[in-house]
């Protein structure tokens, strides 16, 4: 059976491989407060800039057979935060980068984009997406 750290680390290999600049944690840093200052989002690699994904457990379906025997069936959400800046064409940038981390996450059903917005995060504005993605354990 697959643990929840062994599928974050197998999703974070894959977003890595297509979002090179971006920073990834596999823990919410901002906890409940996604709209606080974004500051633990800044990517060294993207010039200190807002740059990152989140991946984290979000639920988990439980299902038992006639013979009891359980299936595990644990949802996924990904966040990702990209600074905004029209000048540099962030919003293509964002969504080209988004389409790619949708394609690379290995999923039962694909991953599932909920939300892609911009919005305030502390004094700056972001580009953000909510997805989300199941695995089956057992």
Same mark, same amino acid.
């Given at each position: ?19 090179p @600049? ?7 840093? @901002? ?8 500051? #633990? ?15 984290t ?58 939300? #892609? ?22």
């Amino acid at each position: 059976m697959e643990s929840d750290a062994t599928i974050k680390a197998a999703v974070r290999v894959e977003i890595v491989a297509v979002a090179p @600049l971006a920073t990834v944690f596999d823990i919410n840093p @901002l906890g409940r407060q996604d709209g606080e200052w974004p500051g #633990i989002l800044r990517s060294e690699a993207d010039q200190g800039r807002a740059h990152a994904w989140i991946i984290t457990r979000k639920a988990i379906e439980v299902r038992r057979s006639l013979s009891q025997a359980k299936q595990l069936k644990p949802t996924y959400a990904l966040l990702g935060f990209h600074w905004y800046d029209d000048r540099l064409g962030s919003e293509a940038l964002f969504n080209a980068e988004l389409d790619a981390v949708v394609q690379a996450v290995t999923s039962d059903a694909g991953v599932q984009v909920t939300t #892609i917005d911009v919005g305030p995060f502390g004094a700056e504005h972001l580009h953000f997406a909510v997805c989300e993605f199941t695995k089956t354990v057992c």
